[in-house]
């Protein structure tokens, strides 16, 4: 199996301070789900923006897609970028637009034409619920509509790899298992799932996914999965 | 360019616009105000000292000195009756003597009772006789040495002076203030450049978190900057026309007004079709100006971020 993601004694530090993360050595591989477990300050956001390149390292190595992330010419980040979906934990959705062009924004920022892309937005926008909601702006949205608004929006360009921190956490318990369900499904599709998560319980409601868990900076691999490649998940 | 402004609606609503919503189009439009009547002045400088220089060159005036007049009459009519004869020479004409008088005058003053006459003075002074020379072509120092050549035999003290060098430091403050004020142009473009760089820096100081999230969903540099290209360069020729309409306003109620004072070098200062082409380019100058100033600014700050 190829390595999507490969990191090799990956350590980072902002600044002159100490390091946020040390010694990161793990694979991930494709068509795999992960979760990124921690306390609260563990560098789970941090090790999550070395993975979608808002960040390089103050060392190590990463390989993404293949290619060494860390001395890639800025001019061809955006076109990794777009390989990757992210669900931030603000959100970060452009306030002046609209739940669709919301939505749409990865596919017009990777230049979809505006007819080839109004289908899909829409049925992403009903898949998260929010189709009576289209033209709604983020502010008039509640904090768990603006978090399906974020979710739809890295997923629209189906990713190769869809990176989430704390996509759960401003949504009901019954909407939290339909967001899972709907990584799920992406995952089926082939993309691999990476999602940063305090709440343990998630664990189980995704049956073969693999833990990675972060203390202090380092890396704990409960599962072993992070040495070798995982074994295909039951998805029955 | 033309793509600049071809950018699809969706994608230009990634900014926020507002039109003269901020001070931008504004400040632009004072700035290309000042450009166009610095530009104006310049150039109207630039056309008043051609032509000036343009009349003058192929000039020159003969002085006959002679203290005895019935001898200064004789050298005068024989020396002007040898110039019309030379080829170089295209127009002869003798000053009379009231003429030459008439110019004199203002420098004697009026007589004690306050009137025109100069008191006598005249009849005293022993005044040159004059010819005016055109020639066919502009006064160098062979054409001085033709026509002392040609007069000399027949009036030994007559001196000839080209029109050029009288009106020399004249043509030479024209020159300067012709400089000044593209000087001025120079610093008020540098000015808006400024403007613009410290709004695109607002600007996407403004958008920031927009930008962080269009970059992280792979929008490359070249597709942020031309949102704020289009939009600084739809603000710069906003203001540009505002500016150039204004500018242009005054140039003409001055330009009637400089024609009322019937002087003869102000009189010149109108402007041909090429002046006013090039005012109408100033708007279109500024906007490329700020567009290009925009995209640095842009481009350069987000090179700072990865």
Redesign the interface.
């Known amino acids: 199996m190829n390595e999507i993601v490969q990191f090799e004694n990956v350590g980072l530090r902002y600044g002159a301070g100490i390091e946020t993360l040390s010694d990161l050595t793990f694979t991930l591989y494709p068509g795999s789900f992960y979760f990124l477990t921690g306390a609260s300050g563990a560098g789970k956001t941090s090790l999550l923006k070395l993975l ?5 390292p103050s060392r190590g190595l990463i390989r993404l897609f293949g290619e060494d992330a860390v001395t890639m010419p ?2 061809r ?6 390989r990757i979906g ?1 669900v931030f934990q603000d959100f ?1 959705l ?4 609209s739940a669709f ?1 919301n939505i ?3 596919l ?3 230049g979809v034409k ?1 007819k080839d892309l109004t289908t899909p937005v829409a049925e992403m926008l009903d898949w998260v619920g929010l189709g009576d909601r289209a033209e709604a702006r983020p502010a008039t949205l509640s904090g768990g509509e603006q978090q399906r608004v974020a979710i739809a ?1 890295a997923v629209i360009g189906r990713p190769e790899i869809l990176v989430a921190d704390e996509p759960t956490g401003n949504v009901d318990p019954e909407m939290a298992i339909r967001l899972l369900q709907l990584f799920e499904a992406l995952n089926t599709l082939g993309t691999t799932i990476v999602v940063a998560t305090h709440d343990i319980h998630l664990l189980s409601k995704v049956p073969g996914a693999q833990m990675m868990k972060l203390e202090k900076g380092g890396l704990s691999d409960p599962t072993g999965s992070l040495r070798n490649p995982p074994l295909p998940r039951d998805r029955a | 360019m033309l793509s600049l402004f071809v950018i699809p609606g969706h994608d230009r609503r990634l900014i926020p616009e507002g039109r003269l919503s901020g001070p931008m189009p504004w400040v632009i439009a004072i700035m290309i105000f000042l450009m166009v009547l610095a530009t104006a002045i310049g150039l109207a400088f630039t056309e008043a000292g051609q032509n000036v220089s343009d009349q003058l060159s192929s000039r020159a005036t003969v002085q006959i000195i002679e203290a005895n007049p019935d001898l200064k009459t004789q050298q005068t009519s024989d020396a002007a009756a040898r110039l019309r004869g030379m080829e170089l020479v295209e127009e002869v004409r003798v000053l009379p003597t009231q003429e030459i008088e008439d110019l004199i005058a203002p420098w004697l003053g009026q007589s004690a009772d306050g009137g025109q006459d100069t008191g006598g003075l005249l009849e005293d002074i022993p005044l040159p006789a004059l010819i005016d020379l055109k020639l066919a072509q502009p006064i160098g120092e062979k054409e001085l040495e033709a026509l002392r050549t040609g007069i000399r035999p027949l009036a030994a003290s007559a001196r000839i002076e080209p029109s050029s060098a009288l009106i020399a430091p004249v043509i030479a403050l024209v020159r300067s203030l012709q400089w000044i004020a593209f000087g001025l142009v120079i610093l008020l473009a540098i000015a808006t450049a400024a403007a613009v760089i410290i709004s695109a820096r607002a600007a996407l100081n403004t958008h920031k978190e927009t930008i962080g999230v269009i970059h992280l969903l792979g929008g490359t540099d070249r597709q942020i900057s031309r949102l704020f290209q289009r939009r600084i360069a739809l603000d710069a020729l906003l203001g540009g026309v505002l500016g150039l309409i204004c500018g242009a306003a005054i140039i003409l109620l001055l330009g009637m007004q400089l024609s009322a004072l019937g002087s003869g070098l102000v009189q010149s200062l109108d402007l041909s079709w090429y002046s006013w082409l090039i005012i109408g380019a100033i708007p279109i100058l500024g906007m490329i100006l700020a567009m290009v100033t925009a995209r640095m600014t842009v481009m350069g700050a987000l090179k700072k971020i990865l």
Not at chain 1, 52 to 56: E, I, V
Not at chain 1, 94 to 97: A, C, I, N, S, T
């Open positions: 979608y390149l808002a960040q390089r800025r001019e980040l955006p076109g990794f970028r777009r992210v970060r452009v306030p002046h637009l062009d749409a924004l990865p017009r920022v990777a505006e929006r």
